[in-house]
């Protein structure tokens, strides 16, 4: 199948370059012939104009014009002058398209094959003012031989271009099989991931529903019901927003100034109580700045950053959140002192459903996704996206987003927040 389509493909590009070719020649030649005839008409002219048609002078010296063939015919289509032929050996002209037409209306033109392939013959035909015809004739090359000169460069530009072509057609199918062996991917692990808390939520139910749980066992089961619910409800959220982002595209990012300082405040409070619960110190450092992007976004970023910093640290850890202008960029850095990911899941962490740790992740809500979202959401807002980590030593994930000062509405949106 791949190899019809790129067969096909092929095809299309051949024909495409060879019609395009045929084309530029066959528009190239009229207007090449367009100028012979110009040409022609002039010499003709010329000749009309300095008397060199009289007959007595043609008689004595003859027509001095080597690169053309000069004929002259009675208005009865008689030859009685021609400069390259014996005229007692042609017959009566009368019938030339070209005399036919001088004689109807003044002058006419007309291009035949010559002798060879490779030739063709340019006629102009004017009516004198003694009602003979005087004709001009010139062979050039045909339209056939600059097809056949242009041939090398039709064939080395098709070349060119179908190397190209299929490099790209390649390079396409390969990202098609991608994103669909990624789906595929996706979707068994969404069904995978799904069916956990949903196993745990029917047996917990049925179990109770049957009046096997013990009175004292109700309440735990209940609980254990209401987690599953919720991780599962958390999960459904993450892969709606997952795929209302793959389902976008880059320029439908409504891009606005965001005030990137004050939605970290916002989330740093939010999740003090989560950071004490945890017994980590959440801080707050840098200075108030904008960054250009999508607001709503840019607080997810932050929550998930944040969350995940605060969830795989340590008891008496830290989390710092700096937010600060960097050259012509807006930095966001989220860094903890937690357990920190190991070189080889570095990259791996940001795949949908990648954990290092999984019970550790299901234990504190984690859904596996937080970091696939926030990859998509920083490119989709043109930012840079870095993490250091150590195993052991902590993480620190750094985000540059777009300035907003650069685009001069910072003042009156500063204005407008104070
Ligand atoms: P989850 O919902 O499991 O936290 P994420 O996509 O947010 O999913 O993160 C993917 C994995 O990366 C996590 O399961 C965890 O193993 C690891 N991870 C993310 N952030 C940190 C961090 N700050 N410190 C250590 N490990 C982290």
């Known amino acids: 199948m791949r190899k019809k389509s790129k067969r096909n493909f092929a095809a299309a590009v051949l024909l495409g370059v060879c019609l395009a070719t045929l084309f530029v020649t066959a528009v190239f030649y009229n207007f090449f012939s367009r100028e012979i005839m110009e040409e022609l008409a002039t010499c003709a002219r010329l000749l009309e104009q300095t008397g060199a048609l009289e007959q007595e002078q043609i008689e004595k010296t003859g027509l001095q014009f080597p690169q053309y063939r000069l004929t002259l015919i009675d208005n009865d289509g008689h030859v009685w002058y021609d400069n390259d032929v014996e005229v007692g050996g042609l ?3 009368g019938n030339r398209p070209e005399v036919v037409k001088a004689l109807q209306e003044g002058s006419g033109r007309s291009i035949r094959r010559s002798d060879t392939l490779d030739k063709s013959a340019f006629y102009y035909a004017v009516q004198l003012s003694d009602g003979s015809v005087l004709r001009v004739a010139k062979k050039a090359s045909s339209i056939w031989k600059m097809y056949k000169s242009t041939l090398p460069v039709i064939a080395l530009t098709a070349g060119i271009i179908l190397v ?3 490099a790209v057609f390649k390079k396409q199918q390969e990202d098609i099989l991608k994103n669909a062996k990624m789906r595929q991917e996706f979707t068994a692990n969404i069904s995978h991931e799904l069916k956990t808390p949903l196993t745990a939520i029917s047996g917990y139910a ?19 019901i209401h987690r ?3 991780r599962l409800l958390r999960m459904i959220n993450d892969i709606i927003r997952l795929s209302e982002l793959d389902a976008m595209e880059p320029d439908q990012v409504a891009f606005s100034p965001v005030p990137l300082w004050q939605l970290a405040q916002n989330c740093v409070e939010m999740l003090k109580i989560s950071a004490q619960k945890h017994r980590v110190t959440l801080t707050l450092k840098g200075s108030p700045c904008w960054m250009q992007g999508s607001r709503e976004m840019a607080e997810e970023i932050l929550y998930n950053l944040c969350d995940n910093a605060i969830r795989y640290n340590r008891e008496g850890g830290s989390v710092t959140v700096t937010v600060k202008p960097v050259e012509d960029k807006v930095m966001l850095c989220v860094e903890d002192t937690g357990i920190g990911i190991a070189k080889e899941h570095q990259t791996r962490v940001f795949e949908r459903f990648y954990r290092v740790d999984k019970s550790r992740s299901k234990e504190t809500g984690g859904t596996g996704l937080g970091l696939a979202i926030v990859k998509h959401m920083a490119a989709q807002q043109g930012a840079e996206l870095m993490l250091e980590s150590e195993k052991g030593q902590g993480t620190q994930i750094t985000i540059l987003f ?13 204005k407008r927040e104070v």
């Open 228 to 230: 599953s619910a919720a």
């Open 206 to 224: 049925e179990l109770m529903e049957l009046r096997m749980a013990a009175p004292e066992d109700v309440t735990r089961f209940a609980g254990e």
């Open 91 to 93: 017959d009566n002209h």
């Open 402 to 414: 777009q300035n907003m000062e650069k685009s001069g509405m910072i003042e009156e949106n500063e």
């Open 164 to 166: 190209l072509c299929l």
